[in-house]
């Protein structure tokens, strides 16, 4: 009898400390979870800016050199997974990818600027009198 | 019975202290986990916004020293300038746009090179260059700067029909 009542301490001992360990677990992949997915938000964010920054540049270069300047260059195909469009207004540059965006400032001043990269990642901007960008 | 129950449960390791202190172990390994995890992130924040804005530092002596401005002709009068670029259109940084440049205010200096803290000097046989009495220095130094970024551009000068040698030194100072 004695012996069965050890046995039943061993079971109640070891039910303890599996629910303590998961609990521990839980604690401790809950919080990898968030600073993971702040640090993958934090990437998408750096590579967007990256993107405005060397579009910024584009539409400047060719708003500068004037009629005639012709440029291809090579954007990422996409940010977090998914295929983003990039906005050119005067002054800012409007980079949207999944449910979030990013605004740069810019020097450009003139027509509008738009194009996606759904299933392209390689662009052209020209400047014939007005600037724009399209495919090579 | 009772008494033996008491015996049993002494011999129970839930409270005993190798679980605490196995927990205490636990605790601290998660501890030194999360400060690492914090300043590797930290570092590399600072690391990226440094070299963003040598980027921009970079893009915008790019445009001051290999282009006109848009437009081209922002060194006439009344014309203002939207780029801001030092040269003609063979090239050459002219003084006349060198000097309107200096008429701006600060405030549209900073517009125009979208930097808050900067030093830029044009430069001939390593003094700044003269133009109409005036040294070719335009600046807002931090008193305390944190961070320098120095870029530098081999120009040639037109100045009066007279072809020079000189450098672009543009500075971008963080804080």
């Known amino acids: 009898m004695g012996t069965n009542k050890r046995k039943g301490q061993v079971s109640i001992e070891f039910l303890l400390l599996l629910g303590l360990a998961m609990f521990a677990l839980s604690i401790v992949l809950g919080f990898i979870a968030t600073k993971q997915r702040k640090a993958i938000i934090y990437s998408n964010t750096k590579k967007a800016d990256k993107i405005a920054d060397d579009i910024a540049f584009q539409a400047e270069m060719a708003l500068v050199m004037g009629k005639g300047y012709t440029r291809k260059f090579v954007l990422p195909a996409r940010i977090g997974g998914k295929p983003y469009n990039v906005t050119v207004t005067q002054q800012h540059v409007v980079v949207q990818w999944k449910n979030q965006n990013l605004i740069q400032p810019t020097l450009y001043q003139g027509r509008e600027l738009y194009f996606e990269t759904q299933n392209q990642y390689r662009f052209k901007i020209i400047n014939n009198g007005s600037v724009y960008i399209t495919k090579p | 019975m009772a008494q033996s129950t008491l ?11 190798d679980f605490v202190a ?7 390994i998660i501890g030194v986990f999360m400060s690492q995890w914090n300043t590797i992130m ?12 040598r980027e921009n530092a970079e893009r915008t002596t790019t445009l001051l020293a290999s282009t006109p401005g848009y437009p081209n002709d922002w ?3 009344n014309v203002k300038v939207v780029i801001p670029g030092f040269t003609n259109k063979n090239g050459y940084v ?4 060198l000097a309107e440049f200096h008429k701006l205010t600060y405030k549209n200096q900073t517009d125009l090179l979208q930097a808050q803290n900067f030093y830029l000097k044009i430069t001939h046989g390593g003094e700044p260059l003269t133009i109409n009495g005036k040294k070719t220095i335009y600046c807002k130094k931090s008193s305390d700067p944190e961070t320098l970024i120095p ?4 120009i040639l000068i037109n100045q009066s029909g007279t072809i020079k040698t000189g450098k672009l030194i543009y500075r971008v ?3």
Request: hydrophobic share 30%; no cysteine.
């Open chain 2, 75 to 77: 060194d006439k009068n």
């Open chain 2, 22 to 28: 196995s927990l205490a172990l636990f605790l601290i």
């Open chain 2, 94 to 97: 002219i003084s006349s746009k």
């Open chain 2, 7 to 17: 015996q049993n449960l002494k011999n129970g390791q839930v409270f005993e202290p």
């Open chain 2, 42 to 53: 930290k570092s590399k924040t600072q690391l990226n916004q440094v070299k963003e804005i």
């Open chain 2, 173 to 175: 100072y963080t804080k």
């Open chain 2, 151 to 154: 870029i530098e551009r081999d």
